[in-house]
């Protein structure tokens, strides 16, 4: 510690000189944080301001820096040292901003300026600057293994080789194509979006054969998957039982979907006579190759029925609760096959809603100019044969009918590729290292769909979210799965069309390379790309619980022999989940730690019982809580100026020590905003906000014990666009604690 | 300054003794006023209006309306043509519009235009009344020869549907067209609110569904006066008609005491310009507007 | 049942959607629709039709021509054209009404004394008389379409609408002994005449 140099810089722009008594806050800054250097700038991140801080860290060799101005979210250009560790004091959206204006409110804002100084400075004497990964030197492998050689991993194997990297294509077929190359045409992709337009699979093929970066590995399979980004040791199979080993440095999966068995559908028909799915009717379309599509029994078709959303977006439990996406512009892609073939053939797309997103607007349209009818009605019963039936309610009409027809097509659903269920597979796994023989057997039998093998401790596959596909943040990190280093794309993702698919592998492409790129730098992934921090456990206090390894939600850590955790930090992607699991916090980052928060919470100045200011924590999560707090700032919203806000980087992360110490040192209520959990979970970590929740839960006992009422510790679900609502949750909870009163514990921290 | 030409098509609702007579006779003062000249085709025919397409069929429609736009072509060349009520102008610009489109159909219709020596060559531009003044005078120049401001008259601008629908003025909302009431203002009269201003009167089938009809006109009028109008100004005939002549029928019927004045856009004009009771045509209306009659000066 | 309905059940068979693109004006438009319900929603007097526009273009994909073509619904059309405007496939759905309206009388297949066909047809035959509208024979023509007795009963309920317009001088009694009219009235009963017979042959009604 000896050559660390202390410095706090505090901003008298955009209006904080005028409100604010500035000596008074440097001397805080002096006195109170123990800052060795403390300067004043009326522009501190313009060039000069800037320039002063550069010239402090060249000539007078500061290494941590307490930047006192606007959030840690502006300016980051301007305040951007690397070399130094650096807190951020949030004056200008945290006080300026959101305390209500006029003189009443002089003491109230000037206390909470003091105390953001006093905690900024805080949090600086704790922090060191992150170093990155030490072992960087073994993840410099940059090469991309694709799993999958249908349109969206031939795409992706294309697209990542076009941007320069080294492919291996893994497709446990005989030929590149997958799903695609079972298609006679595809929804069209390009203007004017009227007709079916050539798959170009052969051409896709050919030309992943012609390319020098692309090694393509058929009748293959993924083995065995182990390390993390930029040093993933993979063992293929192949279909002769041979074995060999490869290092790679991301993966894309492309493992596609499966129709759903049209043999579940027995009611609409599925099993009899000239009832087909619509890869049936692909292959019919194949074999008559442009020509009248004839029946399997050889007879010319006049009237075919496509019934839409068979055996989906079922309400009964029995079949596919979802819609695929892709099925309704399918549809209307086989109706034209008939009538461009022969006008006088009828075709009825039989649908609820028809659904044709991108420009399927226009195919629909089109479909309509050939003479496609288009029935809105739900079958109830389609009956095979040599002329078929399907009973059907007309939903427009209101009335229960009939129609016959020569081929009924079942326009059934996508089901995912994705791999074991890693929530069923746990169940046995658990019973399995228990010495349970039959769980033994069943594991192994799971372990046959595995798509990647995968050696973590959490699990052979990429975990999955709702109907087995592949779990990722849809909103903000469409392709990342739990699993660092790992993209999906295409339908083991989400339903969708080739389109979409195309799109998808494009995508994933560009993150595997973000990601080779980061593990080779010793740089953290999304979403805190860049970051040079990871945990460091001190593992002569760790007591084994196993917490952070089960906890993880990114299966980053593994245990060794003695159940000590193994952080692979290329998975890690920094929430600090682990550290804030961790129960004898032993878990901690160079710059975010249970020091770093707790020293801030401990920094905060709490009056006494007879002033009447109470004091509120928030801790608020970077990724979408603090945002809106700061936009809350920004439209001048006013909330109480007796809270004290600290960023965490997810609520994951959140130690309940930090609640404990709050409550001990006499704060009244302690308020954490996350992101919204559960199905349709916005957290950037996934489980980090329900982690959160799950541990608070327990809290509530704790605070009995202590006497305290179970309403001082609350947790919010916040959307980085709720900038009023959480100015009113402040201010709400604020008269909340002020009808319970101020908390008994006062005076003893 | 030249007087501005155009080929006028009154309708037959519009001619003398017709049942929008008055709004004919509110369009002297104004027409000279704005230096306008309408210069009637010759020996024009009824358009048709929508609800001939009961008896009369797509083509014989057409042909109807080509006559009148052949014999401006001929007669009257150059000039746009002009109609005061909406479902003239409509029948027009449907014409000149699907004959345009549609080849066939020019054919056929000059085929029947030859039993009276006539063809039809395309290109006419059929407008309404009120387009005329927004275009190519002005809200300032309707404005500009006000004498006598109607300071304080609340007005219901009812717009009704075929002037607004499905061609309108250009650049005008099909939902809350706002024309009318620009036009009520550059008066000095007040424009009041009014949600019914885009509404069916039930048009033709006032005849035919009188019942439905009445209830979409008592809607009309209650709207009215809900907004504190003192009157109803619109730039339909029919509209006019429905809205004004059913309100007895309905007080008799329903026991309301609906009498509220139901005028023309133009009659407005023709009274700001200085225009007697006479020239504004206020003498022709069933239910007076003791308002307007007043600032008119009888 | 009609000569010329016979004459269409034979030559379009189960293919109603056909007959209407071929005989209707702008049917060729009915299979674009899209079933949003957009029209029936906007309609003054929606309330009133038996089948929404929605519904029957349903009908008529669905081969339902009696039930169609016998429908009062088609009659409810004022001609407000909001439909027209709203429909987000630019549907010209008054036209088609009108059309379907217009066939439906054409093939005797409109119901028998539905008041606005007697309406429409009062209106035409008004016209064609002398090029223009009377509307004083116009009125005389509606209140006596269903007999003198009740004629004269029309005419007393409609007497209080009757005078006023009198006495503003915007009905003219003495247009009971002809009154405005074209010159060329024998040209355009030619001309008319002549549209009938080239859209009836186009139509296959000749």
Request: charged content about 25%; proline content about 4%.
């Amino acid at each position: 510690m000896a050559d660390n140099k202390f410095a706090a810089y505090i901003c008298s722009g955009c209006g904080i000189g005028d409100a604010f008594k500035m000596a008074a806050l440097e001397k805080v800054a002096t006195k109170e944080g123990k800052m060795s250097m403390v300067k004043s700038h009326p522009f501190l991140c313009n060039a000069e301001g800037v320039q002063m801080i550069r010239d402090d860290i060249a000539n007078e060799a500061v290494t941590h820096i307490c930047i006192a101005a606007c959030s840690r979210r502006a300016k980051t250009e301007a305040f951007n040292f690397p070399t130094v560790a650096m807190s951020r004091a949030n004056l200008r959206e945290g006080v300026l901003w959101v305390v209500a204006a006029g003189a009443e409110h002089d003491e109230v804002r000037q206390e909470m300026a003091e105390d953001y100084i006093r905690m900024g400075c805080a949090e600086i004497k704790k922090m060191n600057l992150p170093k990155g990964n030490a072992n960087r030197d073994q993840t410099r492998n940059k090469s991309i293994l694709v799993v999958g050689g249908g349109m969206t991993g031939m795409t992706a194997a294309l697209a990542a080789a076009e941007a320069g990297y080294e492919i291996v294509l893994v497709e446990k077929t005989d030929a590149l194509g997958g799903f695609a190359a079972r298609l006679w045409k595809r929804v069209p992709f390009s203007g004017p979006y009227a007709a079916p337009q050539a798959t170009g699979v052969a051409e896709m093929a050919a030309s992943i054969g012609a390319n020098a970066r692309i090694k393509v590995h058929l009748n293959t399979t993924v083995a065995e998957t182990g390390g993390a980004p930029g040093r993933f040791k993979i063992k293929l199979a192949t279909e002769s039982g041979s074995v060999s080993e490869l290092t790679v440095g991301a993966i894309v999966q492309a493992s596609g979907f499966t129709p759903y068995d049209i043999g579940k559908l027995p009611e609409l028909g599925g099993g009899q006579a000239n009832v087909v799915d619509q890869a049936g009717l692909e292959a019919l379309a194949k074999a008559a190759n442009g020509g009248a599509i004839k029946r399997a029994d050889g007879k010319d078709i006049k009237s075919v029925v496509f019934v839409q959303c068979a055996g989906q977006r079922d309400e009964t439990g029995t079949h596919l609760p979802y819609c695929s996406g892709h099925c309704c512009a399918t549809s209307i892609k086989q109706a034209m096959y008939f009538k461009d073939a022969n006008p006088e053939v009828d075709t009825v797309v039989m649908y609820d809603d028809l659904r044709v997103p991108g420009m399927g607007e226009d195919f629909y349209r089109s479909a309509q100019q050939k003479g496609v009818i288009f029935t809105k009605g739900k079958a109830s019963k389609v009956t095979g044969g040599d002329s078929c039936k399907v009973e059907f309610a007309d939903l427009i009409l209101d009335e229960q009918t009939s129609i016959d027809a020569d081929l009924v097509v079942l326009a059934t659903g996508q089901v995912a590729n994705a791999g074991v269920n890693l929530d069923a597979w746990t169940e046995v796994n658990t019973l399995a290292e228990g010495g349970d023989e039959g769980a033994k057997q069943k594991r192994t039998e799971m372990k046959t769909i595995s798509i990647l093998n995968l050696d973590y401790r959490q699990g052979p596959d990429v975990p999955q979210f709702k109907h087995g596909f592949a779990d990722s943040h849809f909103i903000c990190f469409p392709y990342e799965t739990r699993r660092t280093g790992i993209y999906a794309a295409g339908p083991m993702r989400r339903p969708m069309d080739m389109l979409q698919a195309t799109e998808d592998a494009t995508g994933a492409a560009m993150k595997a390379i973000q990601a080779v790129e980061n593990a080779a730098a010793g740089r953290a992934a999304h979403p805190r790309a860049g970051d040079l921090s990871y945990p460091i456990a001190r593992l002569e206090g760790c007591t084994q619980c196993k917490r952070c390894t089960v906890e993880c939600p990114f299966g980053a850590i593994d245990e060794d022999e003695k159940r000590f955790p193994v952080f692979n930090e290329e998975r890690c992607r920094r929430c600090g989940t682990c550290m804030g699991a961790c129960p004898v916090r032993v878990i901690s980052f160079e710059n975010y730690s249970c020091d770093t928060v707790g020293m801030q919470v401990k920094a905060v100045n709490v009056p006494d019982e007879d002033e009447e200011k109470p004091r509120i924590l928030i801790l608020a999560c970077e990724n979408d809580a603090y945002p809106a707090l700061d936009m809350a700032g920004v439209q001048r919203l006013t909330y109480s100026a007796y809270v004290r806000a600290i960023p965490v980087r997810c609520l994951g992360s959140v130690n309940t020590i930090w609640i404990t110490d709050a409550l001990n040192q006499g704060f009244d209520g302690v308020m954490m905003m996350g992101c919204k959990k559960g199905d349709d979970y916005q957290c950037h970590f996934v489980k980090g906000s329900e982690m959160a929740y799950y541990r608070m839960s327990k809290i509530g006992d704790t605070l009995t014990q202590l006497g305290l009422e179970p309403e001082r510790v609350v947790t919010e679900e916040v959307a980085i666009t709720d900038n009023a609502r959480v100015a009113k949750l402040i201010n709400d909870y604020a008269a909340q604690i002020n009808d319970i009163g101020l908390s008994p514990m006062k005076g003893f921290g | 300054m030249a007087k501005k030409q155009y080929a006028f098509y009154p309708g037959c609702s519009s001619q003398k003794g017709a049942s929008a007579s008055n709004y004919i006779t509110s369009f002297g003062v104004m027409c000279e006023k704005l230096d306008i000249q309408l210069n009637e085709i010759p020996d024009w025919n009824c358009c048709g209006a929508s609800i001939g397409y009961g008896e009369g069929g797509e083509l014989p429609r057409m042909v109807l309306n080509a006559r009148n736009l052949a014999i401006a072509e001929k007669d009257l060349p150059g000039q746009d043509i002009v109609s005061g009520c909406p479902a003239c102008w409509l029948g027009l610009r449907e014409a000149v519009d699907r004959l345009h489109e549609h080849d066939r159909l020019k054919t056929e219709t000059n085929e029947a235009l030859k039993e009276v020596n006539l063809t039809y060559k395309g290109g006419s531009k059929a407008r309404h009344m009120t387009e005329v003044l927004i275009e190519d005078i002005g809200y300032a120049g309707i404005k500009a020869p006000v004498v006598k401001p109607l300071d304080g008259l609340k007005v219901a601008g009812y717009v009704g549907c075929q002037a607004n629908r499905p061609y309108g003025i250009a650049g005008e909302s099909f939902e809350n067209p706002l024309y009318l009431d620009k036009m009520i203002e550059a008066v000095g009269a007040e424009a009041v609110p009014y949600e019914q201003k885009a509404a069916c009167c039930g048009g033709a089938l006032a005849f035919s569904e009188p019942e439905k009809a009445q209830a979409q006109i008592r809607q009309i009028v209650e709207a009215a006066y809900d907004n504190a109008a003192d009157l109803i100004v619109t730039p339909c005939p029919l509209c006019q008609a429905n809205v004004e002549i059913y309100q007895a029928e309905i007080n008799k019927k329903h026991g309301t005491k609906l009498n509220m004045p139901v005028l023309y856009y133009s009659q407005l004009i023709t009274v700001a310009y200085g225009g007697s009771v006479k020239e504004a045509g206020l003498n022709g209306q069933v239910i007076r507007a003791a308002k307007l009659d007043k600032i008119a000066g009888g | 049942m009609s000569d010329l309905n016979t004459q269409a059940v034979a030559r379009y068979k189960n293919n109603f959607l056909r007959e209407v693109e071929e005989r209707v004006e702008e049917g060729n438009m009915v299979k674009m629709c899209m079933q949003c319900g957009v029209c029936a929603g906007s309609c003054p007097f929606g309330p009133h039709w038996q089948h929404s526009p929605q519904k029957i273009f349903m009908m008529i994909r669905a081969g339902k021509r009696e039930e169609v073509l016998s429908s009062d619904s088609m009659w409810m059309c004022t001609s407000c054209y909001n439909c027209i405007v709203r429909c987000p496939r630019k549907l010209p759905i008054t036209h088609i009404m009108h059309g379907l309206a217009n066939y439906a009388h054409r093939l005797n297949l409109a119901a028998k004394g539905q008041p606005t066909r007697d309406v429409a047809r009062l209106f035409w035959n008004n016209l064609m008389k002398t090029g223009r509208i009377n509307e004083l024979t116009f009125s005389l023509g509606l209140y006596f379409k269903d007999g003198f007795i009740q004629g004269i009963k029309n005419s007393l309920a409609m007497q209080a609408a009757g005078l006023g317009l009198l006495k503003a001088k915007r009905l003219n009694p003495m247009e009971i002994f002809g009154g405005h009219k074209c010159k060329e009235k024998s040209g355009i009963h030619r001309m008319i005449a002549k549209a009938r017979e080239i859209e009836d042959r186009r139509r296959g009604l000749a």
